[in-house]
């Protein structure tokens, strides 16, 4: 079972704009991580946070994390069309374990 | 260095056939993982391994799938039988150990089951 949900499901912007997304779980966590993949094909791990941090940031990301609420967003500042992809977040459900969302298609605009 | 790889890209293959897939993962990385993913959806957990013994097997489908590992090195997921429904992209990740969660995924292999 899924245990994070990201929204939107798809969010289209113009380029320069800030995209913002969510993710919520269920259960207490460890950490929780984003993920960005193009074109269906292989992941690539943006920014890990841990369940004691509420806000990380990395280049022009800036995630944040409220365990009160089980939910983390992630905000891309100035937007550009490389960041075009889907973004997953992922909780880790054990030790080895990591549990996936259905991620947010990020459209951005030229 | 380099990344997981993972081979084929894509396969073709018609329902009722046997397909294996290949993953090579980063020297050194001990754990690795099998996921599948359907087309709009997200991660489906099959298994993983740490070194070349699986302690969890609980996401694959059924028993036409089977996995191996040799070592800490290569892996390959094997479809006997293979049936429409298991048309996704399998994706492979692998890790230094299973305690640091941030995994690095290959390029994954889109199979088609005609």
């Known amino acids: 079972s899924q245990q994070g949900e990201e929204d939107p499901q798809a969010l289209s912007i113009q380029e320069g704009e800030n995209a913002t997304m969510n993710c919520s779980y269920k259960?207490?966590?460890?950490?929780l991580q984003w993920y960005r993949q193009n074109s269906g094909r292989g992941l690539v791990h943006l920014i890990l946070?841990?369940?004691n941090e509420r806000e990380k940031h990395s280049g022009r990301l800036r995630v944040t994390l409220d365990t009160s609420k089980k939910s983390s967003s992630l905000l891309i500042t100035a937007s550009r069309a490389a960041d075009t992809a889907s973004y997953f977040c992922?909780?880790?459900?054990?030790?080895?374990?990591?549990?996936w969302g259905a991620g947010t298609k990020l459209i951005i605009k030229p | 260095g380099a990344g997981v790889s993972q081979s084929p890209s894509n396969k073709v293959t018609e329902k009722g056939k046997d397909v294996e897939l290949r993953c090579d993962p980063i020297?050194?990385?001990?754990?690795l993982y099998w996921y599948r993913q359907r087309l709009g959806q997200g991660l489906e957990f099959l298994i993983y391994?740490?070194?070349?013994?699986?302690?969890?097997k609980s996401g694959l489908p059924s028993d036409r799938f089977s996995a191996e590992r040799t070592g800490e090195s290569v892996s390959t997921l094997t479809i006997q039988r293979t049936q429409q429904e298991d048309s996704a992209v399998y994706l492979c990740?692998?890790?230094?150990?299973?305690?640091?969660?941030?995994?690095?995924f290959g390029p994954g292999t889109r199979l088609t089951v005609l």
């Open positions: 259960t207490s966590i460890n950490n």
């Open positions: 946070i841990r369940s």
């Open positions: 992922a909780t880790d459900l054990s030790n080895y374990q990591l549990i």
């Open positions: 990740a692998s890790s230094p150990r299973a305690s640091e969660h941030t995994q690095y």
């Open positions: 391994f740490q070194g070349n013994s699986a302690p969890d």
């Open positions: 020297s050194g990385h001990t754990a």
